[in-house]
DNA sequence: TGCCATTGTGGCAGATACTGTCATATTGAC
DNA sequence: GTCAATATGACAGTATCTGCCACAATGGCA
């Protein structure tokens, strides 16, 4: 193994280019596919009616592999929405402490559809399907409110103290991320609802629109 | 039939006036030990560390019974948010189809706050225990959550077929029950977490706050 | 008052979700 | 090439929740 060995070393150094290493790549590749294995499951059946152990049998890893992965099978089709912590986490510097409240928690949650105002592009693809499932599976809008609760909590206290004293008030600024995280949510379904039904739907018009009503 | 029958007859009845019989009577009851069994060990430990058999044994029934009363150990805790339900029920005649939308939901969730404005009153008390609990369990806040999601989609029916062709669009329907719900879960919040640092709060002045800042 | 349909309850078995732990294999750093 | 870190799988165990059955309590009706 003396030659293959060193050939094995060079590949690992190279691929940590992109991912972080095999290890990390490998862990994104059997996620995606626990993911793909979930959303078809889920589509041919309905949520109920699919196990973990078929879920991880489809994806050809052990059930106590697949709660390594996700914490519930709900969650392991909405791997979609989790993304939605890293927007957040990322657009919390721009967040201008002497801001209008409102204005900058709209400001901030409206980062969430960035990526999926290109109606034809594959995320927003994923986006759509993952949004027409939800909206036949109680279950699914279960789990994507208690996903979007526990970012409430953390957004909270990282904007708490970003705000400082301006806003020492805990009501405004719940209701301020609130009715945000209400906003976002709304468009969506409103997105994959109108395409549903064939008729035309822009994203970045219906987000506008809700916005313009929440005030 | 004789005289007796019709004695039993007018004694049956004079009790359905209050409790619709016996056995309705002694199922509210049931409900109302489990509940106090729950809440008790929930503040004693912690809502993960009770388990439903001994929430059942502590109420005197059997696990098997438990679950016939509450889906699950959360929701025997949170009989009180059911109580919306009623409320949203007897609201429903008293919206304005023609109304703006916005107003006339806000004017319908405002309704569950109504028992709870006088701070000293049982039905008070017993939501500010319930509240405070919530704030240290975000296993009960999750439940809320998931009830106001069931709630949601029913009112939203409901109002969708009183608004009729005022408001084909569901976004702003959506959006609107959404608002307004987020409005009154806040204000509830506020409104404990104020007396909880022994701070005066009155939940009628916290609300207008919250539905002011809300638009 | 007595009969009968309805309804509440408990016990049991069982499916499913989830977790701790250990042995094993794979990966990656030195 | 060796060793530490990490991923996986198997196993056992606990907790949630449901269907089913037998039995008891209730309430309507003759």
Known sequence: MGAGTAERRAK???????????RERRRQQTRAEITDAALELFAKGSVAAT??????????VSPR????????????A?????????????????????????????GLYGLMVQPYLDNASPAAQRMLQVTRLMR??????AAVVHQ???????VQAALAARFGAVHEDALELRLAIDIASAVVRASFDAWASRLETGEPADLAAIYQQALDFSK
């Open 12 to 22: 690992t150094e190279a691929e940590q280019g992109h991912g972080q290493g095999l």
């Open 51 to 60: 196990t973990v152990d078929e879920i991880a049998a489809a994806a050809g």
């Open 65 to 76: 592999t697949f709660f390594r992965y996700f914490a519930s099978k709900e969650d392991a």
């Open 78 to 106: 909405l791997p979609v929405h989790q993304d939605f912590n890293a927007a957040i986490a990322a657009g919390l510097p721009s967040v201008d402490p002497q801001g209008e409240l409102r204005r900058e928690v709209h």
């Open 136 to 141: 036949k599976e109680p279950s699914l809008r």
């Open 148 to 154: 979007s609760l526990e970012r409430t909590e953390e």
